[in-house]
C-alpha cells in the first residue's frame, strides 16, 4: 500500500456525518477551557506570592512552569482555529498563550501545518529538525531543553529581520505578517521587562522566567513521545501515538494525548476528541497506558553513547 493510499484509507474511518458532528467547534467550550487554564495560573501565582521566603517557592514556581509551559495545548488548539468557533479569539488566545515560551503563533501556524502536511517525512517534517534523539546523551540534551530555547532565540532574531532561509514552509504572502508579529512580541517582552526593571520589581523573574525554564523539559518530555518510535510514512494510524493519560493532563493539555486521533481529523476541536477516541481506538497501531512508560521504552532504545547533536 502507497503511502498516498494508506492516508486515505485511514482517513475514512469515521462516515461523513459524524465526522461533522465531531468537529463543530464552540466558543463557550473554548473559552470556559481557557478560563479553567488561567485560572490554575492564577492559584501558582499565589502560591508563589504567598511561599516568597521559604522553601515552598521552588516547588511553586514548578508547578507555575508546568501550568506555563501546558499553554502550548492552547496555542496548538488556536493554529487549528479549532479552540474557538471564532477566528479572531482563536489568533488573539494563540498570541497570547505563546509569549511565556518564546513562540510567536503566527509563525508556528505555518510550521505546524507544515508538520501535519508532511507528518514524519524526515526531508519535510520541519518537527524532525533537528531529527529525534540518536544517544541517550541526546535524549536527556534534548529533555533538558537547552536546544529549545536556544533555538527559540535563534528563531525570533532571524524572523524580526525577515529571514526565513530556516522557515521555507512559510508562504511568501504570509512572512510580512510573521515578521510584524514577532516584532510586536519582542516589543512585548521590552515593555514588560522595561516596566518591572524601572519599578524595581523582580516579577517576570519569579512568576515567569525561572518558572518557564523549570517547566519546559516537562514539555520537552511529553512532545518527545507524540512521534518517536513510529513509522515514518503518510498512514496516520502508525505515524503517530496516543497515550492514556490521566484526567488532570488531559485537561491541561486540551485532551492533546488523543494525538493520533487529531492527526487523522485535525478538524476535530479539542472537547469532541475523547468521542474520536472511541471511534478509532480499535484501529490506532500506537496507544500508550502512559508517559513514563513511553519515555523508558524510547531511552531504552537509544544507544549508550554520549551525543548532544540531535
Known amino acids: 500500500m502507497t503511502d ?33 487554564h488561567l485560572g490554575l495560573i492564577g492559584l501558582s501565582s499565589y502560591a508563589i506570592w504567598r511561599s516568597q521566603g521559604t522553601l515552598w517557592l521552588l516547588p511553586a514556581m514548578l508547578v507555575q512552569g508546568l501550568f506555563l509551559v501546558s499553554l502550548f495545548a492552547t496555542i496548538h488548539e488556536t493554529v487549528h482555529y479549532t479552540a474557538f468557533k471564532s477566528r479572531r479569539a482563536n489568533d488573539i488566545v494563540g498570541w497570547l498563550a505563546a509569549l511565556p515560551s518564546l513562540l510567536n503563533s503566527t509563525f508556528y501556524k505555518h510550521f505546524h501545518h507544515a508538520h501535519h502536511r508532511h507528518t514524519q517525512d524526515p526531508a519535510r517534517d520541519p518537527e ?51 515578521v510584524t508579529s514577532v516584532r510586536l512580541m519582542l516589543a512585548a517582552y521590552a515593555a514588560i521587562l522595561g516596566s518591572a526593571i524601572a519599578l524595581g520589581s523582580a516579577w517576570p523573574v519569579f512568576y515567569w522566567i525561572i518558572p518557564a525554564v523549570l517547566g519546559q523539559p516537562f514539555l520537552r518530555a511529553y512532545l518527545l513521545t507524540e512521534h518517536t518510535g513510529c513509522s515514518e510514512d503518510a498512514n496516520g494510524l502508525t505515524n503517530t501515538r496516543t497515550t492514556l493519560a490521566s484526567w488532570p493532563v488531559r485537561l491541561l493539555m486540551w485532551n492533546m494525548p488523543y494525538h493520533a486521533e487529531h492527526h487523522l481529523y485535525p478538524s476535530i476541536p479539542f472537547h469532541a476528541l475523547p468521542a474520536a477516541h472511541d471511534k478509532l481506538r480499535d484501529r490506532l497501531v500506537h496507544v500508550a497506558p502512559g508517559y513514563a512508560p513511553t519515555l523508558r521504552s524510547i531511552h531504552a532504545d537509544l544507544g549508550a553513547a554520549p551525543g548532544r547533536a540531535a
Open 4 to 36: 498516498a493510499s494508506a492516508s486515505m484509507e485511514s482517513n475514512r474511518l469515521i462516515a461523513p456525518a459524524e465526522l461533522k458532528a465531531l468537529s463543530v467547534r464552540s466558543d463557550a467550550r473554548g473559552f470556559a477551557q481557557f478560563a479553567i
Open 128 to 178: 524532525l529538525t533537528p531529527p529525534p534523539p540518536r544517544s541517550r546523551g541526546a535524549f536527556w540534551w534534548r529533555i533538558s531543553a537547552i536546544p529549545y530555547w536556544i533555538n527559540r532565540s535563534r528563531s525570533l532574531g532571524r524572523l524580526a529581520i525577515g529571514n526565513f532561509k530556516a522557515a521555507g514552509f512559510v508562504p511568501e504572502k504570509a512572512k510580512a505578517e510573521v
